[in-house]
């Protein structure tokens, strides 16, 4: 996987980035990742990229040209690559698992991050395939979504976690909230770790996480439940039944 991240705040991103999970896997080379600051496209001696807004009001708006530019030399760096751009922005549909998943089968990946005010429309209409928000708030740009949703999608593609880290059991699989985990020690403050888990039982263990995932989730995310397509006729009863 290839991500090209198109910003004002190249750092930003690569600072976010080369931690942790995401970091080894830039190192061992199971993901690339590509950053390009939009002002060294700027058309102005003073390198701006931002202007006031036709029409007025608040605020500055970034400028069609510097973003089109740098979105045109890296088609001319990748002759013959495809790519989806994502614009990060409120104004779009919101982040799921799901859309991770479809996004982790890409090779490349890139990703717009917009400031102040905006992008000029123009420059979206140009290079824009996919508008995304990663929730109903507002933030100052658009790079800490783009990192947002790089982390999601990074983790899902092959060889990015190590077993021990696996992706197959983790929240939102089958549409569920994860169970609840314990490590040592046995006790703490008075608490218990649930008998069930010490018992070494691993069918009864499986069962007994798979009724806490659904209470957790009936408690917590009850529109997880409605149409969900992954439960069993077992869970059904469970959750009917309790
Ligand atoms: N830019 C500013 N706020 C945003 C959000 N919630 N999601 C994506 N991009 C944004």
């Known amino acids: ?8 705040f190249p750092e930003m991103i690569e600072s976010g980035f080369h931690t942790s999970i995401t970091g080894r896997a830039l190192e061992n080379g199971t993901i690339a990742l590509d950053t390009i600051n939009i002002r060294d496209y700027s058309a102005n001696k003073h390198m701006r990229v931002d202007d006031y807004p036709y029409g007025g009001g608040a605020g500055m708006v970034m400028q069609a040209e510097p973003v089109h530019r740098a979105y045109k030399e890296l088609c001319e760096k990748y002759i013959g690559r495809s790519f989806r751009v994502i614009y990060l922005t409120p104004q779009g549909s919101v982040f799921t698992q799901s859309m991770a998943e479809e996004l982790a089968r890409e090779e490349d990946l890139v990703f717009l991050c917009g400031h102040y005010e905006g992008i000029d429309e123009r420059a979206l209409e140009l290079i824009v395939t996919d508008y995304i928000s990663i929730g109903d708030y507002v933030l100052t740009g658009g790079e800490l979504p783009a990192l947002v949703m790089m982390d ?3 983790r899902l593609v092959p060889q990015v976690l190590n077993n021990k880290e696996s992706a197959q059991f983790d929240s939102f699989h089958d549409n569920l909230l994860e169970y609840p985990q314990y490590t040592r020690p046995e006790e703490y403050m008075g608490m218990r770790v649930p008998e069930i888990l010490l018992s070494g039982h691993h069918a ?4 007994w996480r798979r009724q806490q995932s659904l209470r957790r989730t009936r408690e917590r995310r009850p529109d997880l439940l409605q149409n969900n397509p992954y439960l069993t006729e077992k869970d059904k009863r469970y959750l009917q039944d309790t």
């Open 1 to 8: 996987m290839n991500f090209h991240v198109l910003t004002l």
């Open 204 to 207: 009864k263990i499986e069962e």
């Open 152 to 154: 999601a999608i990074a």
